[in-house]
């Protein structure tokens, strides 16, 4: 059981290129709303033959902040519509996961959006699993409501191929919650993780540094995933406004070697 330390990063050759330069064999692109979805399949046979030169793969895809439920509570053709393009473009770029999430439509009640929600969720599962591609929701509060333990009991319970991407962050500084708790309880769910470091003090948050440099117990992150037999990507991503530059790179390259001392090589 091997776990894949990769990065967020733009989806380019150059990219590709840098990331090789690291040491990193793995890539993930957040492909976020606004973002045009033909340039992306556009750059496909490049990105491909970058990987091959380079030793690369693509670790996951995903799309954050775009609306799935219109007003009325019907699923929107455009977001569908985007969401399968994308797991299309993932499948051909090879990633086994894709990244998305629900927008919550607070003219609707609880059980009308959550009913949305499932046939949304059944509806890009269903095209991955056609694909090749396993769909995860994201626990990010971006247009997304999908994404804490009383939601995800009931979602998962109703989309069993669905999965999560996982990301302490969010569950501290959203919803104040026990991320390693929420591990504990869905790690056999959890499809896709993300390294992003954080750290508040007396409940003010002040800065997202490296990963290892921050305030998440990373030693009992890896050894609950371990205990899940968790064998996916570790994404890191690299979200300080103060960490950037020059001392961006040095703290990517920070928690490139502080992760992979936890990363069993089998």
Aim: some cysteine; overall charge negative.
């Amino acid at each position: 059981m091997e776990m894949k330390l990769g990065i967020i990063a733009e989806p380019d050759v150059e990219s590709v290129q840098w990331a090789a330069g690291k040491g990193l064999h793995y890539l993930e692109y957040c492909y976020n709303v606004g973002a045009n979805i033909d340039a992306l399949e556009a750059r496909i046979p490049a990105l491909k033959k970058a990987y091959a030169e380079c030793g690369v793969q693509l670790g996951a895809l995903g799309r954050w902040g775009e609306d799935k439920i219109g007003p009325d509570g019907a699923l929107l053709e455009e977001g569908v519509n985007n969401t399968k393009r994308l797991i299309d473009i993932a499948a051909a770029l090879g990633a086994p996961v894709f990244n998305t999430g629900v927008n919550y439509v607070e003219g609707l009640t609880f059980l009308d959006n959550l009913n949305a929600a499932v046939k949304f969720l059944r509806l890009a599962v269903e095209h991955g699993r056609q694909k090749g591609v396993r769909v995860a929701v994201y626990n990010c509060d971006w247009n997304n409501w999908i994404r804490k333990p009383d939601i995800w009991r009931i979602v998962l319970e109703a989309v069993p191929e669905l999965g999560i991407k996982y990301d302490p962050s969010h569950c501290i500084n959203v919803h104040h919650g026990d991320y390693l708790a929420e591990i504990h309880a869905f790690g056999e769910r959890i499809f896709h993780f993300h390294i992003k470091g954080t750290l508040n003090i007396a409940g003010d948050h002040v800065d997202d540094p490296p990963a290892g440099l921050d305030a998440v117990n990373w030693n009992a992150v890896l050894g609950l995933l371990y205990a899940k037999g968790y064998d996916g990507m570790l994404s890191i991503e690299p979200h300080s406004h103060t960490w950037k530059g020059d001392m961006g790179e040095w703290g990517i390259d920070y928690t490139i070697q502080f992760i992979s001392k936890m990363l069993y090589k089998g």
